[in-house]
């Protein structure tokens, strides 16, 4: 968890819930938009203060393992929502109630969610966050990464 200025007892705290991603974050792949999701968010925190909640949820939950194997399956033509299901999964298996914990602990009165993802919103607010607004984070699509985006936003909902 990364925090930059006063957020205890502030409204429209800017907040950004990250998930894991080691392809992307680490090693740079194109494959998704996640670093550059987390490096917009970097930029407009550094500006504005507000809160990163680094989250251990690695391919939407499914770790590691399963990422590489879901990878596998969209060289095979699946696309990302379909190998997380023919491999068992949900489409998305994250939680985010360690991060409305977290949020909790630090107080702010109220916060603008840094993300595409109305489920992270959703969950937030059931879990008694006050969810002020959003704003998106809109990397410039790659060739290679189109498709995903896509995907995301015609089968996940994100903006």
């Not at 992307?24 to 998704?32: A, E, H, I, N, P």
């Amino acid at each position: 968890m990364l925090v930059r200025g006063k957020v205890r007892g502030k409204e429209n705290v800017l907040l950004r819930l990250h998930s894991e991603c080691l392809t992307g974050d680490t090693f740079l792949s194109l494959r998704c938009d996640c670093n550059d999701q987390l490096h917009l968010a970097l930029k407009r925190i550094a500006k504005a203060g507000g809160i990163i909640i680094y989250l251990r949820q690695e391919g939407r939950g499914i770790g590691l393992g399963n990422k590489i194997k879901a990878y596998a399956l969209q060289e095979r033509g699946y696309d990302t929502v379909e190998a997380n299901l023919k491999l068992g999964f949900k489409d998305d298996e994250r939680a985010y109630g360690v991060a409305s914990e977290i949020i909790k602990h630090l107080s702010p009165e109220s916060i603008i969610l840094l993300t595409n993802n109305p489920d992270k919103i959703s969950q937030l607010k059931k879990a008694g966050i006050t969810v002020a607004g959003r704003e998106p984070l809109r990397p410039r699509p790659r060739k290679c990464n189109r498709e995903y985006i896509e995907v995301k936003k015609n089968k996940l909902g994100h903006l």
